[in-house]
């Protein structure tokens, strides 16, 4: 495999075509008080996730940048009452965007075939189908993420209130991968008011629909003892927003 495939169907093998054929009707996104996430640990088979370990590797590494924010030691030096604790979100990872022309991380993922397959059609009708509502067409989001030894998100919602697509709804789609070195990472997520479900997201590839905001954070990932400087989970994530935007709060 010297590209990603022009369809993201193309990725999936028998069971995840079958989600795209004749996708679920999940009680995740239905039930009201459920928490909107579904992972799919078995949908890649190894050997093509292994090739999409080493396109991602040769290709995308190289410009991946850092992207920090530290814990600053005014969240404590400046409180004056206890109890009144606030951590906003903090985080380490290595990440790029492919939502801008210019941007030298798009020309390398054009180059493996990475751009159009986060672009195609059955990469939507993914995220459209297991979340089951419409969501946009034209345009919608597109960024890797690369975790190493250590490397985490804290606790956060993704909530956009902001934003008039997105602040009452819109689907994260995140494709991911590890390599043999990753020990161990989790994705926890809030069930009913505590931050108390989690996942194991450090098998070779794995498919998570996420409907937000929710909350949730991502341990450090560990490497295998021995092994924590080749230790690298991937992450080709999509942001889609609905089409048409939902009138309420979906949560
Ligand atoms: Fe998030």
Redesign the pocket.
Known sequence: MDAFPSEFADLLNKRGQRLLSNPPRLDVFRKKRATPIVVFDDVIDRRVANACIALLDRAIYPVIRRMETPIPREWISSMKKNYTDKLLKTVRVKTATLNSRKSFALDAARSIGLSQMMRSESFRVFAESIVGMPVEQGHWGRQVICYEQGDY?GP?N?HHPESAEARNGFVDLHIMFSNDAVRSQQLVYEDHGFLSASHEVSGHSGIAVYRLPFW?YTTPLLGRPGREKEARRWLLLGSFDFDPPPKKPLW
């Open positions: 998100s956060h993704d949730h």
